[in-house]
């Protein structure tokens, strides 16, 4: 092979087959030239992150020291999963299943997926003046707060709390009356009944 011959072959595009993705360097088996199926090619990846592409993804190979036995994949596209319309500047991260983490030209991060799992095991603070659930919100453990809780609403208007509830310190009101203060007028003994509080 004459060397501008081999030039020509330092690097080249073709269709991934097969995946494996068990050992330390991905490996890939690739149809490149006509006719040509390459096993084991290296697939070198950016440090802190890692994908499996789908079959028929587009790699582009470069040949170690010009050997076509020797291919690297250097990089990887699908170009159906891929993310389109981005404006300059804006990136985003993605797989195959529709799962995106877009961050746009205005600042925002935006993640768009089915469930979001955190495994935190220490824990997980959000540092921001204000957080909003649209929707339900569910504590399994131990729900406390610091600086006061209000609310409206509730199911029909209505709030439900089951258990015991333990309250120490300032005052406990409903409709107004403190209920640790509030007094009984024309008690009479017997089964009748006392006046509502006042």
């Given at each position: 092979m004459n060397p501008l011959q081999k030039l020509r072959l330092m690097v080249a595009r073709g269709i991934v087959n097969l995946v494996n993705?068990?050992?330390?360097?991905?490996?890939?088996?690739?149809?490149?030239?006509?006719?040509?199926?390459?096993?084991?090619?290296?697939?070198?990846?950016?440090?802190?992150?890692?994908?499996?592409?789908?079959?028929?993804?587009?790699?582009?190979?470069?040949?170690?020291?010009?050997?076509?036995?020797?291919?690297?994949?250097?990089?990887?596209?699908?170009?159906?999963?891929?993310?389109k319309g981005l404006q300059p500047g804006e990136s985003a991260t993605y797989n195959a299943f529709g799962v995106l983490f877009k961050y746009d030209q205005d600042g925002n991060a935006t993640l768009t997926c089915k469930n979001l799992i955190v495994d935190a095991s220490e824990g997980i603070q959000f540092n921001t003046p204000l957080t909003n659930f649209s929707e339900m919100a569910t504590v399994n453990g131990l729900f406390s707060y610091k600086a006061g809780m209000s609310g409206s609403g509730g199911d029909g208007g209505k709030t439900t709390i089951s258990g015991d509830f333990t309250h120490s310190g300032g005052d406990l009101s409903s409709n107004g009356v403190v209920v640790h203060l509030h007094y009984h007028g024309h008690v009479t003994r017997g089964s009748e009944n006392t006046d509502s509080p006042t």
């Open positions: 993705d068990a050992g330390g360097l991905q490996m890939l088996q690739i149809s490149a030239l006509d006719g040509e199926t390459r096993d084991e090619v290296e697939r070198v990846q950016n440090f802190g992150h890692t994908g499996n592409p789908p079959m028929a993804a587009t790699p582009i190979m470069v040949a170690v020291a010009g050997s076509r036995d020797h291919l690297v994949a250097v990089a990887v596209d699908h170009e159906d999963s891929r993310p």
